[in-house]
């Protein structure tokens, strides 16, 4: 039972103010505030829309954001918890994590998005029908088409340098991965750690006169950074790739990937089935996504890098 009182919230920098015993509530929590992630929000909020399921209109979204802190995603999860809401999100691995435990004690559903591997992670046991009342969809990291894309606008780049955080499960597979995948394609991998956010300007200079091009994988503390990261990268000489469709907007050379907004709107039509009587457990985690190829022309520019006219076909092209 929801409590009976008026509960007054902010959410995305606006006040509501709503009976929350009227209307259902999905909360939304996300480990940090960078574009690959905000975009998975909005694809959430927009398929719920889709779906009649309106803020403050027909449904009730409370929002917050960890801001890259693992012991704030979990009490956010705690204080979400205890609203008692009718669906639990999280955006990222860590936060989804952090909600696992508090929204089961209440029998809330959860649903993940921006989650490499969620058995790794374990927040299912299986990602076809399962006892956990818990579904959501896996953004798994293909990386052999990323080595491929490097292989082809960096010839002659034989270094790759990686910045992400290891606390981060999706990233520590992502690197595990890689040492496996690179030596076979004729990469040599070099690796700069970053603990937080702030630390990771200092990780990317760190490999400069090492790596030939700096590859992010889904990381998010790295993510939170890209644009700093672009910056410094156009200025060492040092293309920056990443598998996340959304950054080569903020000058990212080039990255072959599925959108995130799509992978959110995705998460938010499993959230809308769930608010109609759906079970979270017969609802299969969705793995498979189209995947796009984006270029971004001035980094290829001021890098000096050329792009084939069947690439430039098959890219989406940005200035």
Excluded: C, W
Excluded at 153 to 179: D, H, M, T, W
Excluded at 209 to 216: T, Y
């Amino acid at each position: 039972m929801k409590p009976l009182h008026l509960l007054i919230f902010t959410i995305f920098g606006m006040s509501f103010a709503d009976d929350t015993s009227k209307l259902p509530i999905v909360v939304i929590t996300q480990i940090v505030e960078h574009e690959a992630l905000t975009n998975e929000r909005d694809g959430v909020i927009e398929a719920l829309k889709d779906a009649g399921f309106e803020n403050g209109k027909t449904i009730t979204i409370l929002y917050e954001n960890a801001q890259g802190n693992i012991a704030t995603a979990s009490q956010i999860a705690a204080g979400f918890a205890s609203r008692q809401p009718d669906v639990a999100v999280g955006i990222s691995t860590p936060s989804a994590q952090a909600l696992i435990q508090p929204m089961a004690k209440q029998g809330v559903p959860v649903v993940f998005t921006a989650v490499t591997d969620p058995l790794e992670a374990r927040l299912v046991s299986t990602l076809d029908k399962r006892p956990e009342n818990v579904t959501g969809v896996s953004d798994g990291l293909a990386l052999q088409p990323q080595l491929e894309l490097i292989q082809k606008l960096l010839p002659k780049a034989r270094i790759i340098g990686v910045i992400y955080n290891p606390g981060e499960a999706n990233s520590a597979k992502a690197v595990l991965k890689l040492q496996d995948l690179a030596p076979a394609m004729g990469f040599s991998l070099v690796f700069a750690t970053t603990a937080k956010t702030s630390d990771t300007m200092m990780a990317a200079i760190s490999l400069v006169g090492k790596a030939d091009v700096i590859f992010i994988p889904n990381d998010n503390t790295a993510m939170a950074s890209i644009v700093g990261i672009v910056s410094f990268g156009r200025a060492n000489g040092l293309p920056v790739l990443t598998p996340d469709y959304d950054s080569v907007d903020q000058g990212v050379l080039a990255v072959r990937s599925a959108s995130h907004k799509a992978m959110g709107y995705k998460a938010g039509q499993m959230v809308a089935k769930i608010l109609k009587g759906e079970k979270a457990s017969d609802l299969p985690v969705e793995v498979d996504h189209k995947m796009d190829l984006a270029i971004n022309m001035t980094s290829a520019t001021q890098m000096g890098i050329t792009i084939s006219e069947d690439m430039k076909k098959e890219a989406k092209l940005v200035e």
